[in-house]
């Protein structure tokens, strides 16, 4: 499985563009890089998935260099509400190498 | 269409007790995973399930059985619970495509939040 090392917390203000940064130099090349969040007493969920170059959707989007070895999940204009842990794995793309989460970048976002 | 729904919500365990939590799912998912998160330590995967009759060990699986005997449920057992399981416990399910096809994304229940006292 590949590692994955990200910030441990990131902190930024209402109607910033925020980006958390994802290192996995191990990257596989069958692997997909995969996003989610996690509210407080909440299970996470899946924001966003790539493969390679670029991939955007209604909450975010996700840029991946030519040589995989990082990837950068971008969120336009944040807001209070996106105050939560973010996870970045990296793994065959249909979960079958078990889904391993890290710790996480916990992003605050203040007033 | 529930998703994917943990029982139960909360317990309280004395030490040496034992118990089954279960994670159940309706979206026709392959794939299954019992993870337990404590704080300042993200999600770790106890053991997951790549099909029905199947069961492999996660990274934390010291403590913990499970089993997939319908397609639709994972069950998570503790034979002697510890104070050290003290924990809150997700469980999550994929529909399990493989590189090539569709990106996956994995579906998670609220959470059992267990205390072992």
């Known amino acids: 499985l590949a590692k994955t090392t990200q910030p441990i917390s990131m902190d930024s203000y209402e109607g910033q563009e925020v980006n958390i940064t994802c290192s996995h130099n191990n990257i596989a090349t069958n692997d997909y890089i995969t996003w989610y969040q996690q509210f407080p007493s909440q299970g996470p969920r899946f924001i966003i998935q790539g493969y390679k170059t670029k991939v955007t959707n209604e909450v975010a989007s996700l840029f991946i260099p030519a040589d995989r070895k990082s990837s950068t999940l971008s969120l336009p204009r944040v807001s209070l509400s996106d105050t939560a842990v973010y996870y970045c794995?990296?793994?065959?793309?249909?979960?079958?190498?078990?889904?391993?989460f890290g710790k996480g970048t916990h992003l605050i976002i203040q007033p | 269409n529930a998703g994917v729904t943990q029982t139960p919500k909360f317990r309280v365990l004395k030490t040496g007790q034992s118990m089954t939590l279960l994670c159940a799912q309706d979206?026709?998912?392959?794939?299954m995973y019992w993870y337990r998160q404590d704080p300042g330590m993200g999600l770790r995967l106890i053991h997951y399930?790549?099909?029905?009759?199947?069961?492999a060990k996660g990274e934390v699986p010291d403590g913990y059985n499970v089993s997939r005997l319908k397609k639709q449920n994972f069950l998570l057992g503790l034979e002697s619970a510890a104070p050290s399981q003290t924990s809150v416990y997700f469980c999550a399910s994929t529909t399990g495509i493989r590189v090539g096809g569709p990106s996956t994304e994995a579906f998670f229940g609220q959470g059992t939040r267990l205390t072992v006292v």
């Open positions: 979206m026709n998912h392959e794939y």
């Open positions: 399930s790549v099909g029905e009759g199947t069961t």
């Open positions: 794995l990296v793994g065959e793309g249909g979960g079958a190498d078990g889904l391993t």
